[in-house]
């Protein structure tokens, strides 16, 4: 039997769904209290995941994006979120900058600044076109620096 994981469908602010593994402290605590339903609890909330592969420590851009479903899989997914995340009901009461606060982390400057125009477009339904096309050629620079590594391009990204 093939081993299962715990993947989460996100949905980015650009409105793109992506699949992603949940780390492993977020699996294990699903795992130690199913007393909670988990699946059910993290739909709607907030978290942190990568828009480009690790190419370093602060080199790849971060994006928030929003629960849609979480659900057992085994397929091998290689891309994981962040173990930063809200619960919806926690981010509907908290202010923009509460939740700031908590996601931002020790992201570098630059993904500090994706990650508040993020929450900007899921508190306010508004974000800066600017940062989206300077997140977009973050991403474009990453992409260039892993392959130029001479590094397979991971088939999920």
């Known amino acids: 039997m093939k081993k299962q994981h715990i993947v989460a469908r996100v949905r980015r602010p650009d409105g793109l769904v992506l699949d992603f593994r949940l780390p492993?402290?977020?699996?294990?605590?699903?795992?130690?209290?199913?007393q909670t339903d988990w699946f059910e609890r993290l739909r709607g909330g907030l978290i942190v995941a990568p828009m480009a592969p690790y190419v370093g420590k602060?080199?790849?851009?971060?994006?928030?994006?929003?629960?849609?479903?979480?659900?057992?899989?085994s397929r091998q997914l290689k891309?994981?979120?962040?173990?930063?995340?809200?619960?919806?009901?926690?981010?509907?009461?908290?202010?923009l900058l509460e939740s700031f606060t908590f996601l931002r982390h020790d992201h570098a400057w630059?993904?500090?600044?994706?990650?508040?125009?993020?929450?900007?477009?899921?508190?306010?339904?508004?974000n800066s076109h600017f940062l989206a096309n300077v997140r977009d050629l973050h991403c474009k620079l990453v992409y260039h620096r892993f392959q130029s590594r001479k590094q397979r391009l991971l088939p999920n990204f």
């Open 24 to 34: 492993k402290d977020i699996t294990h605590a699903i795992k130690v209290s199913p």
């Open 58 to 73: 602060g080199k790849t851009a971060f994006f928030i994006g929003r629960i849609e479903r979480v659900y057992y899989s």
């Open 79 to 95: 891309r994981f979120t962040r173990s930063q995340f809200l619960l919806p009901d926690v981010w509907r009461e908290q202010d």
């Open 110 to 126: 630059l993904n500090r600044l994706y990650i508040k125009d993020d929450l900007r477009y899921w508190y306010h339904d508004a």
